[in-house]
Structure formats: structure tokens, C-alpha cells
């Protein structure tokens, strides 16, 4: 149980292109997801936390209209990269909260891996 | 505000050689305590979790860690590694109480296994 899964695993995007990733929680429902970047050999940094039905809430230092999220579902959260460039190449993961659940628990998916040519 | 240590970017240890990887945390209350695990181009998988309790947690795989109040740490340990173990580490937090459980991470750190 408590799977999450992210599609697609790996993107290859021209420069000023957008990018959608998806995050799902294949056997729970989660009203929190977040989401997550990983730069190469360094730790995740939280970009913002994704509600069901209301707006994310985004860390300081993240463009909130860069990156769009929409948690649509209490199963899908969706993060839009507009207008990609370079420097947004990276590892994104996210993670889910089960509204039945501690409130501490996060289970997280397997990455998206963002390359922006 | 939480902050995590985690000492040592890189531990490397022989097949069947203790296992211990340490984190520090910083915050005025004691936080609930995670140690996850990361293999190359993966997400992250829940070791163990301290939350309440008995203060020696343990998980899979074989690890388990220890929360001392005393010396706000939490570090991770397994009697014998082997060599599935290389990955990288990751210490993380969260408060407790309030709605929004955001987790603060560690630095992260390498395990390597030598055969």
C-alpha cells in the first residue's frame, strides 16, 4: 500500500517549452502533496505544498508562476515548469500525505527527472 | 526554526562492518524523526520513523536508530552491512503539532559497501 507514482519518469524539453509532471497516489487519498527538487548530489528542497481544491503554498525563493501546481484530485497533484530553461533541469520528486493517515506520514514517488535543452 | 546535521557526506564501510551514519537536529521541541533512503535516480523510501515511545526504532532492512533527547540526535545504525546498502542517506524532521507536516532534510549521506 501507499504507492505514489510520477509520469513521466524522464523529459527532454527545448528551452522555452513547458513540462507537466504528474503525481498520483495510486491506493490512497491525499489531501497534501509536496513538492520537491534535488539538485545533483545534494539534498531535496521543498518548493511548495500542494492542497486539494485551494492554492499551493509555495517556499520563499520559488516563482510560483514558473512553476504552477494544481492538486485538481485528492489523487493527482500536477506540476506545470513554464517556459523551461537549463537551469530548471532537475530531479523532482513529490510526496503524499494520506488524509487518513498521521499527518507527519509522506510517501513519495519515484522522480521525474527534468533535462531542458 | 529546524535544521538537521547529518556528519559526513561520504561514510564508507566494509561488507559486514557496523553501519553508523549520525544526525543532529536543531529545534526548540523535539521533532518527529525520519531516516530515508535513496538509491540512483529514485525516490525516497521510509527506513524508520520516531514519533513517540520507545526511543530505539527499528526499521527495515535491518537498521534501526536511537533518539537522545539529551544529545538531540538520531543517528542511524546497522550491525552488519552488506553490500544492497550503498545508497544515499537522508535525516530528515518535522514538527510537531499544527496542520502541515513540511519535513527538513539533511545534507544527505553516501554509503559505500567495499566487498
Known amino acids: 500500500g501507499a504507492v505514489v507514482s510520477q509520469h513521466p519518469s524522464r523529459v527532454i524539453c527545448k528551452s522555452g517549452t513547458s513540462v507537466k509532471i504528474e503525481c498520483r497516489s495510486l491506493?490512497?487519498?491525499?489531501?497534501?502533496m509536496f513538492w520537491y527538487r534535488q539538485f545533483p548530489k545534494q539534498s531535496l528542497m521543498l518548493m511548495a505544498t500542494?492542497?486539494?481544491?485551494?492554492?499551493?503554498?509555495?517556499e520563499q525563493g520559488v516563482e510560483k508562476d514558473k512553476f504552477l501546481i494544481n492538486h485538481a484530485s485528492l489523487t493527482l497533484s500536477t506540476l506545470t515548469v513554464t517556459s523551461a530553461h537549463p537551469e530548471d533541469s532537475s530531479f523532482y520528486i513529490c510526496?503524499?500525505?494520506?488524509?487518513?493517515?498521521?499527518?507527519?506520514?509522506?510517501?513519495f514517488g519515484p522522480g521525474t527527472r527534468l533535462t531542458v535543452t | 526554526a529546524q535544521s538537521v546535521t547529518q556528519l559526513g557526506s561520504h561514510v564508507s564501510v566494509s561488507e559486514g562492518a557496523l553501519v553508523l551514519l549520525r544526525c543532529n537536529y536543531s529545534?526548540?521541541?523535539?521533532?518527529?524523526l525520519f531516516w530515508y533512503v535513496q538509491y540512483p535516480n529514485q525516490g525516497l523510501q521510509l527506513l524508520l520513523k520516531?514519533?513517540?515511545?520507545?526511543?530505539l526504532v527499528k526499521g527495515i532492512n535491518g537498521f534501526e536508530a536511537e533518539f537522545k533527547k539529551s544529545e538531540t540526535s538520531f543517528h542511524l545504525t546497522k550491525p552488519s552491512a552488506h553490500m544492497s546498502d550503498a545508497a544515499e542517506y537522508f535525516c530528515?524532521?518535522?514538527?510537531?503539532?499544527?496542520?502541515?507536516?513540511?519535513?527538513?532534510f539533511g545534507k544527505g549521506t553516501l554509503l559505500t559497501v567495499n566487498p
Open positions: 520516531y514519533t513517540t515511545g520507545a526511543t
Open positions: 530528515a524532521v518535522s514538527p510537531r503539532g499544527g496542520s502541515n507536516y513540511k519535513l527538513t
Open positions: 510526496s503524499a500525505n494520506p488524509s487518513a493517515g498521521s499527518s507527519y506520514e509522506q510517501y
Open positions: 491506493d490512497f487519498q491525499a489531501t497534501t
Open positions: 529545534s526548540s521541541v523535539p521533532p518527529y
Open positions: 500542494s492542497n486539494e481544491g485551494s492554492k499551493a503554498t509555495y
